[in-house]
């Protein structure tokens, strides 16, 4: 598929335009590799700076967010080589050796990096920190980490009574817990687990649906006595724990591998081949969802990678139909709903999206935000409290549109613009460095 792909770097923010004006009507095409899984890069670099010895990365991804974590656990003494995907050395400090940082700790646009650095922070007793982080994360709600982390004795102070950043932590020796999560979250259920690792006894977190587990399948990695019961979503900790430094090999995110795989089943006569993504069935529900819209993606080369599965996915375009998305496969595939509105917008039917209202304090609103900037382009889309409601079918025409400084959002909306007639302008796209710095480049060798 020829299509004129530019990006306009001269200005402040960046302009991505996709102009589909007359272009050889063929598919997408070619075998991509796409950079690593985005938790596990930020829980490689925080477990790696607790732990003894020198924990060796592999396949680090590079995007603005493990960065912001790689400078926060810098400032506080671990010594992290520089970045590159080949290989990242860190050499940890051992738990409960964190030093008071001499300035803010800056986590960027990244809520997994407060949140779980939170649960470290907090049980580091005697040393007193401050957090912050850019507009959207300073605006996120952290208190479904700050108040069980006060439950568990921590000393935190913020705006509006500490639900939001900037954050002040006078780390104290914390009380394990028993904690029945109202969210089903990975970022709480690992700030917890990560506060119980100095603790003197059972840390135990239950939540309501279950969320991605890599945080248990490292912190068990590295040493940590860790028991999860499947059955009622629960994970329980013994501290105080000791981590040591592990070899880790970080797999192709599937949350990025997630714009190809729409990108493949709507554009037709595409085949692509997308090497060594991560398949933990803790974030499949993306394909579980393609497949119940009719999608024909297989998984090729099943392998196992440092304790997480990985897999080559090939994805053939195909006719989509709509389906309904809603309970407990919302975790598994919550950062995929912005591509997934992009998908059911090519089915046909009527797709709903509910169970969804976590999508309102993400990088944007992004139910208000695809919901806009879709309907732009034709879609018939509208919102619901929770979720989306989208009738496929209709053309699609380019506009403007913009990403509200959402990588997600930003990404989704040049998948869309490939399928639009004309030009689409996409505003503030560099903001998808946050977790895919490669994907124009990759967006050309697809379109070739
Ligand atoms: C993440 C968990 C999810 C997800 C985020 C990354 C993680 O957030 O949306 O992009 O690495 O733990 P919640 O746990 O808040 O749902």
New binding site residues.
């Given amino acids: 598929m020829k299509v004129l792909i530019d990006l306009d770097t001269t200005q402040a923010h960046q302009r991505l335009t996709i102009d589909t004006t007359g272009s050889a009507k063929s598919g997408l095409r070619g075998s991509i590799s796409i950079p690593g899984d985005?938790?596990i890069s930020?829980r490689a670099l925080m477990l790696g700076s607790l732990a003894e010895g020198e924990t060796r990365i592999r396949g680090l991804l590079l995007g603005e967010d493990p960065r912001s974590t790689a400078a926060c656990f810098r400032a506080m003494g671990a010594t992290i080589s520089d970045l590159n995907s080949d290989l990242v050395c860190v050499q940890g400090i051992g738990l409960g050796n964190l030093m008071e940082p001499q300035d803010i700790l800056d986590a960027g646009n990244s809520?997994?990096t407060m949140?779980?650095m939170l649960g470290v922070l907090a049980s580091h007793a005697g040393r007193f920190f401050v957090v912050t982080g850019d507009r959207s994360l300073r605006s996120r709600p952290m208190s479904r980490v700050v108040n069980p982390l006060r439950q568990m004795g921590a000393s935190i102070w913020g705006r509006e009574s500490g639900a939001k950043a900037p954050l002040a932590i006078s780390g104290q020796n914390l009380l394990p817990m028993r904690y029945n999560s109202p969210?089903?979250?990975?970022?709480?259920k690992?700030c917890l687990l990560l506060a119980g690792l100095m603790t003197n006894g059972e840390t135990i977190v239950t939540e309501p649906e279950r969320?991605?587990d890599?945080?248990e399948r490292m912190l068990a990695a590295f040493g940590a006595d860790l028991t999860v019961d499947v059955s009622t979503n629960t994970v329980s900790l013994k501290g105080p724990a000791r981590l040591i430094a592990q070899e880790i090999t970080v797999p192709g995110d599937i949350?990025s591998a997630a714009f190809w795989l729409v990108a493949g089943s709507i554009v037709p006569d595409s085949d692509l081949l997308i090497q060594n993504v991560g398949v933990n069935p803790t974030r499949t529900g993306i394909l579980e969802a393609l497949a119940a819209m009719g999608a024909d993606i297989t998984l090729e080369n099943a392998r196992e990678v440092t304790g997480e599965p990985v897999a080559d996915l090939r994805v053939r375009s195909t006719k989509l139909k709509a389906c309904k998305i809603g309970g407990g496969v919302i975790?598994r595939l919550?950062?995929e709903i912005p591509i997934l509105a992009v998908a059911a917008a090519f089915a046909e039917g009527t797709t709903i999206i509910e169970d969804a209202a976590?999508l309102r304090i993400?990088e944007s609103d992004r139910i208000a935000a695809m919901a806009k900037e879709l309907s732009k382009l034709g879609v018939n889309i509208s919102e619901l409290p929770d979720g989306l409601e989208i009738k496929g079918g209709n053309p699609l025409v380019g506009d403007a549109v913009d990403s509200y400084d959402d990588h997600r959002v930003a990404m989704s909306l040049a998948i869309a613009a490939l399928m639009a007639d004309g030009k689409t302008v996409i505003d503030r796209a560099e903001s998808a460095a946050i977790s895919y710095p490669s994907f124009v480049p990759t967006l050309r060798q697809v379109c070739v």
């Fill in positions: 985005k938790s930020h809520g997994t949140r779980l969210v089903a979250s990975a970022q709480v690992s969320s991605r890599h945080s949350s975790p919550i950062d976590e993400k």
